[in-house]
């Protein structure tokens, strides 16, 4: 399945279906079902390198102003809206995270 990290607290606000976009530098053509992961960044009270949900990745474009509510965060010219629908909770396990888009085996 197709995953990425995200640092926390933002991996766990899409597990709980509060932040639906996520900001990136960069683009991707991939849509799909998703596995969000959180990076092993240090989070004091988060769940660290853990895959936390499954989430449908429906669309990514550049990031606009009426982003800033769902994604959390305030608007940045050159940044890029991916945006999630159909966010599914899972049993948190360990993954070891990569950049980008990257493999993990696993089947839900």
Do not use: H
């Amino acid at each position: 399945m197709k995953a990425i990290s995200i640092n926390q607290p933002w991996a766990s606000l899409i597990a709980e279906g509060k932040k639906t976009v996520e900001t990136n530098t960069y683009e991707t053509e991939y849509r799909g079902d998703i596995l969000i992961v959180s990076s092993k960044c240090p989070m004091k009270g988060y769940s660290l390198g853990q895959a936390l949900c499954i989430a449908n990745l429906i669309n990514c474009r550049p990031l606009t102003k009426e982003d800033e509510e769902a994604a959390m965060v305030k608007f940045l010219r050159g940044m890029f809206a991916w945006i999630f629908s159909d966010i599914r909770t899972i049993k948190p396990f360990p993954v070891k995270g990569k950049n980008g888009i990257y493999e993990v085996d696993f089947n839900y």
